[in-house]
């Protein structure tokens, strides 16, 4: 039994059903004030140095965060991460899926202090969902505004460009929300990652022995060496007075010495 399992046996009666509606209920809330102007973003942003002076409901609101923009594309926003964090939750069970969501919000909050200065969002948890997703679905078609149709494993791709790219030559305030989404990811998958390693692996080595023996000549000259490969139009006889029965092209065939391999007695 794994950790996943022993943690879900134990604590599943705590989990909560359909936590992608309630979190999109509460963007959609804050949303609203914001159109208003009744909420500003930067009280909702996760700021661990106002955090520290007592504003301590940052370490909550900023899971709220809505997607900044106009109406249409919040929408569609919100439609992925219902598609998807829905999928996540049908595939795992509701225990799973929350805990999924729950180191991905710890690590972000946990990383953030590592850098009290600087704000953090639900970006990068959002990302992890989406990487979650391409990942045991890849071939899913994604139509982009609901007419670009393009698989998902593409988009995931440049996500992981992305990633890579911010960890390597962002601030260190944003490759720690890199390491954070990428930790419940981790977390669900290294088994499965280390399995496609594997299987690559082994994979390469039989495409690679297939192309060796595809190569390998059916007629090898025992004399000379000549094969029906590096000599095509050569022909080949064998010697069944040989002992093993022995391959020659047709210019040593005759007047050879013939071959008597005695077997060696113990």
């Not at 009744?38 to 409901?57: C, F, H, N, R, S």
């Amino acid at each position: 039994m794994t950790l996943l399992d022993r943690l879900e046996n134990k604590y599943r009666r705590f989990a909560l059903p359909n936590v992608t509606v309630y979190l999109i209920i509460g963007q959609i809330f804050f949303y609203a004030g914001i159109m208003a102007q009744m909420i500003y973003v930067d009280e909702l942003m996760l700021t661990p140095a106002d955090v520290l002076k007592g504003q301590v409901w940052q370490l909550f609101s900023f899971i709220f965060i809505p997607p900044i923009t106009n109406p249409l594309f919040a929408f569609f926003i919100w439609y992925l991460f219902y598609l998807m964090g829905t999928a996540l939750e049908n595939h795992w069970g509701v225990f799973r899926y929350n805990l999924f969501l729950l180191v991905g919000y710890m690590a972000t909050v946990g990383f953030a202090f590592l850098t009290p200065g600087s704000q953090a969002t639900n970006g990068f948890v959002g990302g992890s969902v989406f990487l979650a997703f391409a990942f045991l679905y890849p071939d899913f078609v994604l139509y982009l505004f609901f007419i670009l149709p393009i698989r998902i494993k593409w988009l995931a791709l440049v996500t992981w460009i992305f990633y890579f790219i911010s960890f390597a030559v962002g601030p260190w305030s944003q490759r720690f929300m890199v390491l954070a989404s990428i930790c419940n990811f981790l977390l669900f998958f290294w088994h499965d990652i280390l399995s496609k390693i594997r299987y690559g692996r082994i994979k390469m080595v039989r495409q690679a022995t297939r192309i060796v023996e595809k190569d390998e000549p059916m007629h090898r000259c025992i004399a000379c060496g000549a094969t029906d490969k590096t000599h095509p139009g050569l022909e080949f006889r064998y010697c069944g007075d040989c002992k093993p029965v022995s391959c020659y092209c047709i210019d040593h065939l005759s007047g050879h010495q013939h071959i008597q391999t005695s077997k060696r007695r113990d």
